[in-house]
């Protein structure tokens, strides 16, 4: 079994940051931890930023030149560095990656950006 581990989520004021760390626990063989979604409430669930390959990126409009993904395979952890933070940034971020073609969720992490 495999787990993913958000953690660094939090309460900060428009224009903070926060860095946001997934691990893999488990049975981590095999796995991808591949980058970050969001959904705020009443919207549905959306890419941030994630490792489209060893050493691709692609991030969501909205965040490019704010946020940064980066990763330490040997800790098999992704970070997700958010600057100039906004309102509308508010949201559970959860991780994402896969095994295989088997996706795999984070159980969230609340992030919220108060103006």
């Known amino acids: 079994q495999v787990q993913l581990v958000e953690s660094g989520g939090g309460l900060v004021q428009a224009g903070g940051s926060l860095r946001l760390s997934c691990a893999a626990y488990?049975?981590?063989?095999?796995?991808?931890?591949k980058g970050w979604y969001r959904q705020a409430p009443g919207k549905q669930r959306e890419l941030v930023a994630v490792?489209?390959?060893?050493?691709?990126?692609n991030y969501a409009d909205f965040v490019k030149g704010r946020f940064t993904i980066s990763r330490d395979n040997a800790k098999n952890t992704v970070y997700l560095y958010m600057n100039s933070l906004k309102p509308e940034d508010t949201a559970v971020y959860y991780c994402?990656?896969?095994?295989?073609?088997?996706?795999?969720w984070g159980q969230g992490t609340q992030v919220t950006v108060s103006s």
């Open positions: 994402n990656g896969a095994r295989g073609f088997t996706p795999l």
């Open positions: 490792f489209t390959s060893a050493d691709s990126t």
């Open positions: 488990g049975n981590i063989f095999g796995i991808n931890v």
